[in-house]
């Protein structure tokens, strides 16, 4: 909606398509060139969205660069819970060797936060479900989404067990948002 400038509703999953790839793609360093040829914008727009985007959130590029500073000093980067990735290529002569690892070194920590979370609370929802004798099945991990095969029956109680304890899988500044779908297969869910 901000990056094409309409209303919610109005937004297409192609605009929703191309607004997550500009997205990510400023984050992880993505040039006006690269996101011109990820999205067949033209280069002039993709420039000027770069600039207005970090103009916009300046934390970004603070957050960019401090990260990537960090990885040099340090020679790797970690999660929110202390795991860790070693970088030995961050001051590697290469350019192209050295600027992938910068890109491994803003990734790991937002991408390794996330599959943190996501398994803190696959073992405690796993935990519960085995403390409450439930015949629900967790069955598949998709990024941050887990499915999980339920009985009628079992419904509202698994409910409430995931909108409890998926947000406080881990105490974070922002809070973690859950939205539950359910349907007869994974690709029925409403």
């Known amino acids: 909606s901000q ?14 398509r191309l607004a997550k790839v500009m997205n990510f793609g400023i984050i992880y360093g993505l040039s ?9 914008i033209p280069y002039e727009e993709s420039a000027a969205f770069i600039q207005s985007y970090l103009g916009k959130y300046p934390g970004i590029r603070d957050y960019v660069e401090k990260t990537k500073q960090e990885a040099r000093d340090k020679g790797y980067v970690e999660t929110l819970s202390g795991r860790r990735r070693y970088l030995p290529e961050i ?12 890109r491994m070194a803003i990734n790991m920590p937002v991408q390794g936060t996330a599959a943190d979370v996501i398994k803190i609370a696959m073992v405690r929802i796993h ?9 629900s099945l967790m069955l598949l991990q998709v990024h941050d989404e887990l499915i999980f095969e339920t009985p009628p029956e079992e419904m509202e109680a698994m409910k409430a067990m995931l909108l409890e304890l998926m947000p406080a899988a881990m105490e974070l500044v922002v809070p973690l948002k ?3 779908k359910v349907g007869p297969n994974w690709g029925e869910l409403e």
Request: hydrophobic letters at 35%.
């Open 91 to 102: 001051n590697h002569s290469n350019f192209q060797v050295r600027q992938a690892a910068e």
């Open 3 to 16: 990056v094409y400038g309409v209303a919610l509703d109005q937004v297409t999953p192609e605009m929703r």
């Open 32 to 40: 006006a060139h690269g996101m011109t040829m990820q999205t067949d």
């Open 127 to 135: 935990k519960r479900m085995h403390d409450e004798g439930v015949t």
């Open 178 to 180: 859950v939205d539950l």
